[in-house]
């Protein structure tokens, strides 16, 4: 049977499906590209290990570490990979991305040779497992409640349900953020949306962090992310989103405070433009150096706009220039001996996972555990990354066009 109708034959299942049914489905659907298991793992939210995630006859695993395994390695490569044959059969990793944000893997056991086909069959069935999983998500909590590793704080929780999905990408632009620390967070936040060739990237922090619990900046935080989209959807610039930012916080809080960074990077030309609210300048990096760090501050941290209007820089973006925002937890972080992890030590790390030529999401993940690691998994404020790479510019095109997708690289890519 060919992938497409094993496609077929997973959606009319999928249709009454919960999130306990997946296991149970891709087992079913293993024989119909000729295999003998298909088992799904799916990423804890700290991005360290992939958790088996059965039920039914999906036979039992061991969780894996991603650094350092074959499974991790079709994760953080987002390309299929082969491990050794066993006495099991061979058994191929397919990564499982819903559009450009990472789940986990479908490990898939075949009992024969492996073939390019068979490769591509395995993607079309682990692109719709993802689709699954990330609609069937919305019903249940069983898939969240396996990506824990510890029990989340209810400032934690009431943030990160207000964050958009990590990573996306219109094959023209790439936008990737991370937030630690994971389970108890304090006032960062980040949003993006792309709305035509316009795509709006936001980065916010708000003070208060530590006390009750996180709640007040975590208020503060969430009241900032709703007034950002809501000038966003009303179609405001980004003068005019600052100040309806400003007026909302005001309007709840008077004391309130948040340092943000507002920006708009247009896919046509590579126009950048940006407000920076009392927060840290964010660097544009161009063929292995940072080439600029933006101007900072532009405008007063929010609740204080009406002290001083805002100014907005623009800046003209080159095809391959990745644009680096981040909170002063990344930089503030501090060894035991007391070094800051430091504004050098970020654009240089970043350069180099660039320069390694890793995708977007990895880049991300592993400068946040290096900020981890350089303070010993502790970090005394949060610590949040936002990425945005221009890969080229977008055509003019008519609204019934889709974007090529030449940029992507294919699924059945085999490491």
């Known amino acids: ?179 630690e620390p994971c389970y108890d967070v304090g006032g960062d936040a980040f949003d993006y949306a792309v709305n035509g060739d316009i795509a709006h990237l936001a980065l916010f922090d708000a003070v208060g962090h530590g006390s009750s619990g996180g709640m007040r900046a975590v208020m503060l935080a969430s009241l900032a992310l709703a007034a950002y989209r809501n000038a966003r959807r009303a179609g405001l610039d980004l003068i005019g989103t600052y100040h309806r930012i400003d007026r909302a916080v005001q309007d709840h809080d008077r004391w309130g405070l948040i340092t943000a960074v507002l920006a708009e990077l247009d896919q046509r030309t590579g126009e950048l433009r940006v407000i920076s609210a009392g927060h840290p300048s964010g660097v544009v990096i161009r063929q292995g150096r940072a080439v600029k760090v933006l101007p900072t501050p532009t405008a007063l941290p929010v609740s204080l706009g009406h002290h001083r209007p805002p100014l907005v820089v623009e800046e003209a973006l080159e095809p391959g220039d990745h644009v680096l925002l981040y909170t002063d937890g990344i930089i503030e972080a501090r060894s035991s001996d007391g070094e800051p992890f430091g504004i050098d030590r970020l654009v240089d790390f970043t350069v180099k996972a660039i320069a390694d030529q890793l995708p977007l999401p990895e880049t991300t993940r592993r400068l946040v555990h290096a900020i981890l690691d350089h303070q010993d998994d502790c970090l005394q404020d949060d610590a949040t990354v936002l990425l945005a790479q221009w890969i080229s510019p977008a055509p003019a095109r008519s609204d019934t066009e889709l974007p090529e997708s030449d940029n992507q690289e294919p699924l059945g890519t085999v490491s």
Do not use: K
Request: one cysteine or more.
């Open 1 to 179: 049977m060919s992938g497409i109708e094993a496609l077929g034959r997973l959606l009319r299942q999928s249709h009454h499906a919960r999130p306990d049914d997946l296991p149970q489905m891709a087992m079913r659907a293993a024989p119909l590209v000729g295999a003998t298991a298909m088992i799904i793992y799916l990423v804890d939210h700290q991005q360290r290990e992939l958790l088996p995630l059965v039920a039914g006859e999906a036979p039992a695993r061991d969780r894996f570490m991603i650094d350092g395994t074959f499974a991790g390695r079709a994760f953080t490569t987002v390309a299929a990979c082969v491990s050794d044959a066993t006495a099991g059969g061979v058994r191929l990793w397919v990564p499982l991305i819903n559009g450009a944000e990472r789940l986990g893997v479908l490990e898939v056991v075949l009992a024969g040779p492996l073939g390019e086909p068979t490769v591509e069959d395995c993607a079309t069935v682990a692109a719709l497992l993802a689709e699954l999983l990330v609609t069937r998500d919305l019903y249940s909590d069983t898939i969240e409640r396996l990506r824990r590793r510890e029990p989340m704080l209810l400032a934690a929780e009431m943030l990160r349900a207000q964050l958009p999905p990590l990573t996306f990408s219109t094959g023209h632009l790439m936008i990737s953020g991370i937030l």
